[in-house]
């Protein structure tokens, strides 16, 4: 039997730059839950792997206003990614039944206590992230111009 030491998500973790999310779904380390319906086909290079650091889309939420603080959640029912040039996926911001927390490992550390400082042994997770909501996109992708393209 294999076991792990879980711990709590560490203070004062903060997303590498501004959140695009809207407030209601922004976790402090900036994750978010896409569920999706299919497939999304990236670029290959030319050894047949996939290209790292390709752009596979946008996320809008076209009925969110930051600025209006008492407009409640209708605009959850209605948000689009564009994929590629030519394809929109049309879903909604959904809440969890059953928060679900992210795990990573995490490198053995100094531990001190009174019998003095020992390094920690066996594998040790960090809980990163706690997420309530999903963006879910369960429909096919519509077709688009390209005023909409990425």
Known sequence: ????????????????????????????????????????????????????????????????????????TAWMKRVHMFVGQHQRLTGEVKKLPRSIAVVRKRENRMEYGSGGAHMEEGENLEVVEIIKYKIMFGNRPEPVGTENAV
């Open 1 to 72: 039997m294999s076991e792990a030491r879980i711990e709590p998500p560490r203070e004062g973790r903060t997303a590498p730059g501004p959140n695009p999310l809207p407030q209601l779904i922004q976790t402090p380390s900036g994750l978010a839950l896409l569920e999706l319906q299919g497939t999304i086909n990236l670029p290959q290079g030319k050894d047949g792997t996939a290209l790292s650091d390709v752009q596979i889309g946008r996320i809008e939420f076209p009925d969110y206003d930051p600025n209006d603080v008492a407009q409640g």
